[in-house]
């Protein structure tokens, strides 16, 4: 064994002491509220598949079209010969469903991150965490090189004294330029972030705000662009972000504003430019995700996810202001989170346990989300192999 390995061996022999270690299922069905697993279906309840979009005709169509049309592969990035047809149609569908002047779309949300904020904050300036943002805006904020602050969850007083203090470090005249990062539905725990609070405190500051919608785009917001159409704050957010794999049901990831943001990123995102474009049937896959989104059937869609969750007991999904599809069970321990999930795989059911560096530690859940693809049926498997294991969610000690 090459010593590499048998460093490498060590490190994982703790990840598995720690309950902390990962591996893949191999998924031999297509995506849905069923999945096929070693040959045994399973009730899927872990997909951000929200509207069921994944595996419908439109999309499979339209992936299949521009493969034929197009081929198979991008040929090279888009600033070299692979800026076809299908990225544009896209980025126009995008900036049009989001109402805003221009969108510039990536191979992945994480891509789309790390592009962004690399591109806008560097070295003197200032990124804003909230302390549970997903771990791209974490990555893009550390790789950029600008000061790194960290307020605490939704913590809005914590957010200020932070802008009041990065403002007054330079001295008059010496304002840094400050980037505050937050998501709106947040990944892990299904919550919202105060939008409007922190849109005022970033104007109040001066400072620039990005947010990021993987969580939000397609189901909320009266044309369904997100959250911060529901809360009424799109046109205060410089960068809004989102990813093209979730309640779009295709996969790729997007940044959208004004058209000098989009202009800047084709120059400065350094994602976008180093790497091949995605293949055209994925471009065409996310442009009809967006016109189902906002088509009568994706109505029926919303409207049918948010029965989904109304459906859950308050036991399991506690009421929201704002509801969500994304519904962690928590279980604490990381060893017995992944024990919870193995009880439930035996009865069908398949929800993986989240853990650290995911959430933090001692924090681990079964994180439960529903679609608009799952039946009443469906609901009643899920509650009773819940309830046959004894399975009751701790309460969130935050
Ligand atoms: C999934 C997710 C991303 C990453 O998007 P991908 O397209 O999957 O790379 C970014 N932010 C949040 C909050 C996410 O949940």
């Known amino acids: 064994m090459s010593s590499l390995d048998h460093d490498l061996r060590q490190r994982l022999e703790s990840l598995r002491q720690e309950g902390l270690y990962r591996e893949l299922r191999c998924v031999s069905s297509a995506q849905g509220p069923r999945i096929e697993i070693g040959g045994r279906s399973f009730l899927n ?23 034929a049309r197009y081929g198979a592969g991008a040929g090279s990035s888009r600033l070299i010969c692979g800026s076809i047809q299908p990225h544009h149609d896209l980025e126009d569908a995008l900036a049009a469903f989001k109402g805003v002047e221009a969108a510039i779309s990536f191979s992945s949300g994480y891509a789309a991150a790390l592009g962004a904020i690399g591109a806008i904050a560097g070295h003197g300036d200032v990124v804003i965490l909230d302390k549970l943002s ?20 939704n913590d809005v007083a914590g957010l200020e004294r932070i802008l009041r203090q990065e403002n007054q470090r ?78 779009f049901g295709a996969a790729g990831g997007y940044i959208c504003g004004s058209r000098t943001l989009v202009e800047y990123l084709v120059n400065r995102a ?40 109304a459906a859950l007991p ?21 060893s017995a989170a992944v024990e919870t999930a193995a009880l439930l795989r035996e009865r069908g059911v398949f929800i993986p346990a989240v853990r650290y560096p995911t959430v933090p530690r001692g924090t681990a859940r079964l994180r ?28 969130p000690n935050r």
């Open 45 to 67: 309840c872990s997909s951000n598949d929200y509207l069921g979009l994944a595996c419908e005709p439109a999309l499979r169509e339209a992936a299949a079209e521009a493969a």
């Open 314 to 334: 308050a036991r399991l999904a506690p009421p929201r202001a704002i509801p969500g599809a994304i519904i962690p069970l928590r279980v604490g321990d990381e």
């Open 368 to 395: 439960l989300t529903l679609t608009a693809a799952h039946t009443a049926e469906d609901l009643r498997q899920l509650q009773s192999a819940l309830d046959a294991i004894g399975f009751s969610p701790q309460l």
């Open 270 to 309: 350094r994602s976008f430019i180093f790497s091949t474009a995605p293949v055209p049937a994925s471009a065409a896959a996310a442009a009809a995700g967006i016109r189902f989104v906002q088509s009568g059937a994706g109505e029926i869609r919303r409207k049918q996810l948010w029965a989904n969750v």
């Open 170 to 247: 330079g001295g008059a005249g010496a304002r840094p330029r400050i980037l505050v990062v937050t998501e709106s539905i947040f990944s892990m725990d299904g919550d919202h972030a105060p939008l409007r609070e922190i849109a005022e405190l970033k104007d109040q500051h001066g400072a620039w705000l990005m947010v990021d919608e993987a969580h939000g785009t397609g189901l909320y917001g009266a044309n369904r662009r997100g959250l911060a159409e529901e809360l009424g704050v799109s046109d205060r957010i410089e960068v809004q972000m989102g990813t093209l794999g979730k309640a």
């Open 134 to 153: 997903h771990a791209c805006l974490i990555d893009a904020a550390k790789l950029c090189g600008a000061r790194l602050r960290v307020f605490k969850h």
